[in-house]
């Protein structure tokens, strides 16, 4: 009998573990779909050489947006952070928040200057909002993300940003515990 429950565990763990992998591939597939659009949308832009002037910069970033918000306009929470994907992503997110590190992200997180803000799917990221940085021992255990996006946290949430055009692609409510 003993050898039936391990053996079911196992098979549930591992069961378990192919649906977490299976998030993580979505999650990858999903974020790999968004860069090629940022990446179209870029194409369509006049090039940005190097300048020291930050009105080329900031005119780029805002066509950048223009173009990506147009390619999205319907856009929503959860396009990429889907229920499924968002559900392993607080589970990572647990883990990592009980762990030995649990002080020193917490710490980080109530260090850097806390930011409230109602969140929405292709809008801009405020110049006025501080970008809290996402503390490194909590990113280890989410998926690596191309250059394009990042990690940010914002009071519970966990955003997904576009970096260089300061947009809120999507974002986990109630991710942070």
Known sequence: MLTL????????SQERGNLDAASIDNFEARVAEYVKLHNTAKEKLARLTPTDAPSAIKRHEH????????????????DIF??????QFRRLIG?????PQAAR???SLQRAEPVR??????????????LQSTPPSLLLNLPKLPPEVDY????????LRDVEANL??????????
């Open 5 to 12: 429950t391990v053996c079911w565990a196992n098979a549930r």
């Open 95 to 99: 883990i990592t928040m009980k762990g």
């Open 168 to 177: 809120i692609v999507d974002f986990i409510p109630h991710a942070i515990p």
């Open 152 to 159: 940010r946290v914002v009071g519970d949430k966990l955003v």
């Open 63 to 78: 066509e950048l947006t223009r173009e990506i918000r147009g390619m999205r306009r319907q856009a929503r929470q959860g």
């Open 82 to 87: 889907s229920a499924g994907i968002s559900a």
């Open 117 to 130: 803000m109602e969140l929405q799917v292709n809008a801009v990221y405020p110049a006025s909002v501080p």
């Open 105 to 107: 992200i917490q710490d």
